[in-house]
């Protein structure tokens, strides 16, 4: 009876570890291998659809001649679509005001090329040279964006998680343009020192630095809104901390929480010091003024950028809902010729709501704006082309997806976003270099 007894006992841890070998097969195993597979499909799919076209000439790709010789292939592979807008600034300055309503370089904003200028003359003064300057201050700034990647999430989370969110940022499939000659990695360096200097309460430096941010992309004003709520947050804390609310109901909770931040910010302001403070954080929007009071010398018009992406570019406020349905009522086959990479795009879309939403549950929520922001307006403007790229600089998106696979007990997870994202971004640079539209 001993004997039967210890066997039933024994029967249940039996099969428990059967279901974890089973679990850890399939984890471990069968996913990461699944994952390299499907990799391999995406790449094979997107080298029939868009590569396999191009065997057949277009005018509109770049010479062999000129891209297969060294040195300049070293730098010509980074100038594409609109690069050459920054370089153009950078060495000739903006166009007359006569372009406004055409395709004009004023859509672009001048932080930039104004690093570029420098550099290009110091390297010599040709268009090379200017390209030179360009991949160098793309690259710098990478390094800059990097580096308070990693200091922002080890300061929020762990060193190991800092270090997976920036390896992350690096394989994203869109993650050459931080390289290539274009603002992506300026403007993220600059919205990352802004969200790292809020979180340490160093409000003049968050402030610069958002500024600089809204001069380099347009979006950057958006910037105001992480920021100004951490800094309520943080007087409101300082000034009326929130009492234990344990035990409490949801509406008891939430008039707690409210009456403490109302409270908070009435007895901050009796104090020069926070209204400074204030004024520093509104410095991000006011970023753009210059460029707004140059625009208004050289063309009469003050607003001339704004007004350049309604009339030139087709760009103007559309609600997000109308832009999403429209795109996907509408699907674009596909084509290496179309500026409007419409798959890629629309995945990309919907995967970075998800990351909004996700932000929302794990994230301290000047993450969560800043995500919902960055999301939010590229699809405001009423066209998806390009929104791949916008989305690289949404970088809570990394953050989570290191906490995701930050795990001993699920390394597969690792595995797997290497496989996806790796590959792809093989493949995209290869479109890049080879100056495919749809990859703009």
Request: charged residues 10%; contains cysteine; proline residues 5%.
């Amino acid at each position: 009876m001993i004997t039967q007894e210890k066997e039933i006992d024994q029967q249940p841890a039996t099969s428990i570890q059967n279901t974890s070998f089973t679990s850890s097969i399939w984890q471990d195993a069968l996913l990461p291998y699944l994952g390299t597979r499907l990799a391999l499909v995406l790449v094979g799919l997107l080298a029939d659809f868009y590569i396999l076209p191009l065997l057949k000439s277009h005018t509109i790709l770049s010479s062999v001649a000129s891209n297969t010789r060294f040195p300049g292939a070293l730098w010509l592979m980074w100038n594409h679509f609109d690069a050459g807008f920054y370089v153009d600034i950078a060495k000739n300055g903006y166009w007359a005001a006569s372009t406004l309503h055409t395709m004009s370089n004023w859509i672009f904003l001048p932080l930039f090329p104004m690093l570029i200028y420098p550099l290009g003359h110091l390297f010599g003064g040709s268009l090379a040279a200017f390209n030179i300057g360009g991949i160098v201050i793309s690259n710098l700034a990478g390094l800059v964006a990097v580096t308070y990647l990693y200091l922002l999430v080890r300061r929020e989370f762990d060193t190991r998680t800092a270090s997976r969110a920036v390896f992350y940022l690096a394989l994203f499939p869109t993650s050459f343009y931080l390289s290539a000659i274009y603002p992506e990695s300026l403007f993220l360096a600059c919205a990352l020192a802004c969200i790292y200097y809020a979180r340490q309460r160093r409000w003049w430096l968050a402030g610069i630095c958002g500024a600089l941010a809204s001069l380099a992309r347009i979006q950057g004003f958006l910037l105001i809104v992480p920021v100004a709520w951490e800094y309520w947050q943080a007087l409101s804390d300082f000034y009326s901390p929130l009492p234990d609310m344990s035990g409490m109901t949801l509406s008891q909770k939430a008039y707690t929480w409210l009456h403490s931040r109302c409270l908070g910010l009435a007895l901050a302001s009796e104090s020069l010091r926070n209204w400074l403070n204030a004024l520093a954080i509104v410095l991000i929007p006011f970023g753009m003024v210059p460029f707004f009071i140059y625009s208004q010398i050289k063309t009469g018009d003050f607003l001339a950028t704004i007004h350049n992406h309604h009339t030139g570019w087709g760009r103007h406020f559309e609600f997000p809902w109308q832009v999403l349905t429209d795109a996907l009522q509408h699907p674009q086959a596909p084509n290496p010729m179309n500026w409007n990479f419409w798959l890629l795009n629309i995945i990309v879309i919907f995967v970075f709501l998800g990351f909004t939403i996700w932000s929302l549950r794990r994230l301290p929520m000047i993450y969560s704006l800043y995500t919902l922001v960055m999301v939010i307006m590229p699809l405001s403007t009423a066209s998806i082309n390009s929104i791949s790229r916008y989305y690289l600089v949404v970088f809570p998106a990394f953050m989570l997806l290191a906490l995701w696979s930050n795990s001993d007990k699920r390394p597969a997870r690792h595995s797997l976003v290497i496989a996806l994202f790796a590959p792809l971004l093989a493949v995209f640079m290869i479109f890049y270099a080879l100056g495919l539209p749809l990859i703009a």
